[in-house]
């Protein structure tokens, strides 16, 4: 041992640990991560993994604080390899402890990610490239890991996402979903940020008494934050912000018990709160009249953070120092500070700044010593101009252009050919001619292989007007066909696309062409167009018109198709703030928020755009799903209410109006709207029956759930090819908890539950009873056990057959079990799987999902199946 025998090493390690938490609690972070460093050095020299662990996550939380995150990075960096790598793990302790290593692993990933993003986002800007992935990634790493309150620490990194993407309503609802989440919620000791966060974007936004109201909001959640003393030095600062702005300073002592927000920490324990403090005095210098005196701390930090790398905080530092300079009438130097801040905001893609700054550059508007994004509401800096919405600014006010499909083919020949009119051009003639022989073409593949002959025919050379090169581009989509000429085609787009380097629009469609090229059927079509031409003429477009949303929506749709999430999002999230009405983007996005298991953010999408105006019944019809999901029943009406309007009479409509109706106990009007959906298709009676039989059992009446649940059970399950099976099982629970209602031994009763059983679809809450009834045991564990069912020649007849499984042969089958061993667990799941068919099963896989408990064993859950010999 280096330094110390193993007892004292290990006293060492825990002193220093108990002189870290002391240091923390304090708020004196450079002295807590001087702590961790000496704590990370002794524990690697030392071979001891777990404490060196700790200590690199200490170091990544506190280069926060100290506004250092390029050394927060690499910690992050560290920490997370050896959470994922065993190998890296034991080069630091040949012998670490299983159950506690794996235990960490556990508790730690999802905060080594959040790091991660939040530093490198600290560097490189919120909105740079990438950032939006890291919110999907860190979710799914808190669902893999089981640690769902971090969920909400995510949440807090997409709102400085979207804030930065000038989003401020989307930043808006993420900081509100933690603020409304309930005490005892699961992450809901964060609500405390997301209040400051509220408080921040109400701030830029010049609303003064919802910021207010914000501020006050987050210093009664001080408590419930893990660092009470950190959460109430920032939210005093955020109040005497909002009073300063208001010219209501002198209200501040009736709050905090002080004139002013103090300065309780040493100088240099905390670069963070300095900074807070610092720009709280170049406010109040500002609002005196005191410019030089702002300027000169802006100075500082605008220094200060360039050489720590920080571009996140020193975009705010930039902007109130232009503003400062300004109120001063120091117009000689504004241009040059401006336009640094424009070039380092475009290349973070930081739109917000982007927002703000222009207003600061704008003679005609009012400067606020803040920079707000919008005009301010109240006080000496409110303007006589009338606020905006938070969304709202000249980039917003830009149509798409009627480019509703993206990357998706137009729906006919003639969505192509539309264009606005334009005095003639060169070309135009020969396009009209080309489009008109394509749709008379039709299916004579002689005139369509004529058609694509004589486009190709057009020299590249001769498309000069911009014009000329959209609508050739839109006709080139048809004519690429089976992919024949495919080659040739796009050596044409790619002519196109380098006489017209410069324009936005043209480089995008050119992109769109190549996705198609290569969707053409040819597997060899990457040799013809490569993806990574794609994906450069996207971004390149994007780089060039940053404010057109069809090219956002053109990119984001090509990133959803390869399943690039992150930058899918960060496309459509882009095209949709500027495009708030457009059904595409919003349809679109609100599916990347449902693929990254985020419905309440495909949610919050669908609505806003409805708000906005969007006549787009697919959007009504998505939320109305949503709301679905999300049990928001009287959301559902209202979006289903919607539907109708754009599109009545259509089945289905009713039959969910219906479903929420009886949710919220209005039966008489669930009734009327089973008889409307049952009028319009009278020959699907399953799911309308199972309704009338919920609201049977709500109203007492036992012969008519008797009556309505007999013909349901008499209706063989193979012939309801009309719903999916997720709505079989979300009807079936519904139907199986209003069973209840009968006493457990009813017949009717107990062959639901066979026939559930049979079928697939047992509701969780079936095994749950049962359980309960054996012993409670520890060291229980969670398995995953597979069966292989086989299948006898009645299996199409038998009653637990669903649509599309006919033709089965044998079909797996999954159990949830808690269990000791896989032994009991295989002894727990066969009996069950039993009563499903009757046919021994045979074990096929028991797979170690999860240990630890102290729980009682038996089945949780009855699992999906699937099977071999016919199309499910």
């Known amino acids: 041992m280096a330094e110390f025998e193993t007892d004292d090493l290990d006293a060492r390690l825990e002193e220093l640990d108990e002189a870290f938490d002391d240091f923390d609690e304090r ?7 001087r702590t961790a460093g000496e704590i990370y050095r002794l524990a690697k020299s030392g071979g001891r993994v777990i404490p060196y662990l700790n200590a690199g996550f200490k170091l990544m939380n506190g280069a926060q604080s100290l506004l250092a995150p390029d050394k927060g990075r690499d910690a992050a960096i560290e920490v997370i390899g050896m959470l994922e790598s065993e190998d890296l793990a ?13 235990m960490t692993v556990s508790w730690m990933s999802a905060c080594g990610y959040d790091n991660l993003a939040k530093h490198t986002a600290m560097i490189n800007g919120y909105n740079s490239e990438g950032m939006h992935g890291c919110i999907a990634d860190g979710i799914q790493v808190c669902r893999r890991t089981g640690k769902l309150r971090c969920i909400t620490c995510f949440r807090e990194y997409a709102f400085d996402v979207y804030l930065a993407a000038d989003d401020l309503d989307m930043a808006i609802h993420f900081a509100r979903l933690t603020t409304s989440m309930p005490e005892d919620a699961p992450g809901s000791e964060r609500r405390w940020v997301a209040a400051k966060n509220l408080g921040r974007a109400y701030l830029i936004l010049g609303k003064l008494d919802e ?29 005497e912000d909002v009073l300063l702005l208001a010219g209501r300073h002198e209200e501040l002592s009736r709050h905090i018990g002080a004139k002013t927000a ?8 905390s670069p963070a709160h300095d900074l807070g403090w610092d720009l709280r005095d170049a406010l109040a210098a500002c609002c005196e009249g005191r410019y030089d005196d702002a300027i000169r701390l802006l100075t500082h930090w605008d220094r200060w953070l360039t050489t720590q790398k920080c571009l996140d905080q020193w975009f705010e530092v930039r902007l109130r120092m232009i503003a400062a300079h300004r109120m001063a009438g120091y117009q000689a130097k504004i241009d040059g500070l401006a336009h640094q801040l424009g070039s380092k905001a475009k290349t973070a893609n930081d739109w917000l700044t982007l927002r703000r700054l222009t207003r600061l550059l704008d003679p005609s508007e009012t400067v606020s010593p803040v920079a707000t994004a919008a005009p301010i509401t109240s006080g000496p800096f409110a303007s006589k101009q009338p606020a905006v919405s938070a969304a709202s600014g000249e980039a917003g006010e830009r149509d798409l252009a009627q ?15 539309a264009t606005d009119e334009q005095a003639p051009t060169p070309l135009a003639a020969k396009f009209e001619e080309l489009a008109e022989r394509l749709d008379q073409a039709g299916d ?18 001769s498309v000069t007007e911009f014009f000329d090169a959209v609508r050739l581009l839109h006709l080139a989509r048809f004519v690429v066909g089976d992919g024949e000429d495919r080659d040739r085609l796009w050596q044409w787009a790619e002519a196109v696309a380098a006489r017209h380097s410069e324009n936005a629009t043209i480089l995008s469609l050119v992109a769109v062409l190549g996705d198609i090229i290569r969707d053409a059927g040819d597997p060899e079509a990457d040799e013809v167009v490569d993806p990574q031409r794609i994906d450069e003429l996207l971004r390149q477009s994007l780089r060039l018109d ?3 949303p069809a090219n956002f929506a053109r990119a984001g749709g090509y990133y959803l198709e390869i399943e690039e999430l992150g930058e899918a999002e960060r496309c459509l999230s882009r095209g949709f703030r500027l495009a708030r009405d457009n059904g595409y983007l919003a349809t679109r996005l609100a599916e990347v928020y449902r693929c990254t298991d985020r419905p309440r953010d495909a949610l919050a999408v669908l609505d806003m755009a409805l708000r906005e105006g969007c006549d787009d019944p697919g959007v009504a019809w998505e939320a109305m799903m949503t709301a679905l999901l999300l049990d928001q029943y009287d959301a559902l009406l209202t979006y289903g209410d919607r539907f109708e309007a754009m599109q009545p009479g259509q089945q289905w409509t009713q039959y969910y109006r219906a479903t929420a109706l009886v949710e919220l106990g209005e039966l008489e009007d669930a009734i009327q709207a089973i008889e ?9 009676r399953l799911h309308l029956n199972i309704l009338r039989a919920r609201i049977a059992a709500q109203q007492s009446d036992a012969a008519s759930f008797r009556s309505l649940l007999t013909e349901v059970l008499e209706t063989p399950l193979r012939s309801i090819d009309f719903l999916t099976f997720t709505g079989l099982c979300r009807l079936f629970e519904k139907l199986w908890m209003a069973a209840h209602f009968l006493p457990p031994e009813d017949d009717l009763r107990v062959r639901l539950n066979d026939r559930l059983l049979a079928a697939g679809l047992a509701p969780d809450d079936a095994f749950e009873a049962v359980r309960e009834e054996n012993p409670k045991h520890e060291d229980v564990n969670f398995y995953r056990c597979t069966l292989l069912q086989p299948l006898r020649e009645d299996w199409p007849g038998f009653p637990g057959c669903l649509a599309g499984q006919e033709g089965w042969q044998v079909y797996h089958a999954e159990w949830g079990v808690l269990a000791r061993d896989e032994e009991e667990a295989a002894g727990l799941a066969l009996p069950w799987q039993a009563r499903c068919y009757p046919q021994p099963a045979e074990i096929e896989n028991i797979e170690l999902a999860d240990e630890g408990y102290t729980e009682h064993v038996g089945v949780v859950w009855q699992g999906f199946r699937w099977g071999e010999g016919g199309e499910e």
């Open 444 to 461: 004579d593949e002689e005139a369509f292989r004529a058609v694509r002959r004589d486009f190709l025919a057009i020299d590249p050379a």
């Open 262 to 269: 103090p300065r309780q920490l040493p100088e240099g324990e």
């Open 676 to 684: 409307e959906e049952e009028r319009r298709s009278p020959e699907q």
């Open 211 to 239: 910021a207010e109201e914000a501020a006050h909001q987050a210093l009664s959640l001080c408590e419930s934050y893990f660092r009470p003393l950190d959460a109430r030095l920032d939210s005093q600062v955020l109040l």
């Open 27 to 33: 708020c004196l972070f450079r002295s807590s991560v």
């Open 546 to 548: 940053p404010d057109d």
């Open 90 to 102: 034991r080069r630091i302790q040949p012998d670490f402890p299983d159950d506690e290593y794996a």
């Open 403 to 417: 480019e509703s499909t993206a990357m998706e083919q137009p729906a006919s020949h003639e969505e192509a050919a």
